[in-house]
């Protein structure tokens, strides 16, 4: 990590301590993290933490009134999600061909697209997760699994696998009730 990096982070965090409330314990704590061992190691420093990104004013958590709604009011629209994934990933898809970087880039941006026009839907109270996987075709087999905490009666998910010549796709959307 260069020297620039190391005192920008430095500097970052002593700005911090002038600022923060925290006991020094904390403030012990973030600098043995923010602290860079060897070349190849790991920084725990994000991008958020440049000033950039932050805020002037602190973010107050905000208190909300109970409302003792235990179930969804409509159910999740497991059709609806399925014909934007399909629509989706032919259209993205349909005359790619496969290179992992490329593709690399393309989960990104359809797993974006698809959260985007599932929100677009405005099913309330539904935490929305959405995983793409994207694989060359190439006479290999390949299984995939998924695991979660899962409330049967309100949670559900959307899934559809698209293929072309040379490339292959498995889209889920998971739609998990918030009480």
């Known amino acids: 990590m260069s020297d620039v990096a190391k005192e920008k982070a430095m500097r970052l965090l002593r700005k911090r301590e002038s600022m923060s409330s925290l006991c020094s314990q904390d403030i012990r704590a973030r600098r043995e993290d923010l602290t860079f061992k060897t070349k190849d190691s790991i920084s725990t420093v994000s991008y958020l ?4 990104h932050h805020d002037e004013n602190p973010r107050h958590a905000v208190q909300m009134e109970n409302t003792y709604q235990l179930g969804p009011l ?3 629209p497991v059709q609806a999600v399925r014909e934007i994934l399909m629509d989706v990933l032919s259209s993205y898809l349909q005359e790619e061909k496969y290179e992992p970087e490329l593709c690399r880039q393309m989960t990104k941006t359809i797993s ?3 959260k985007a026009r599932v929100k677009d839907l405005m099913i309330p109270r539904y935490k929305i997760v959405v995983m793409i996987s994207i694989g060359q075709l190439a006479e290999q087999n390949l299984r995939m699994a998924s695991r979660c905490l899962w409330d049967a ?9 698209f293929k072309n010549s040379s490339l292959f796709a498995v889209a889920n959307v998971y739609a998990l009730y918030f009480e």
């Not at 009666?153 to 696998?161: E, K, L, M, R």
């Open 49 to 52: 933490d440049e000033a950039s």
């Open 153 to 161: 009666t309100t949670d559900t998910f959307s899934s559809y696998s």
């Open 112 to 114: 974006e697209v698809v």
């Open 74 to 76: 409509k159910r999740f």
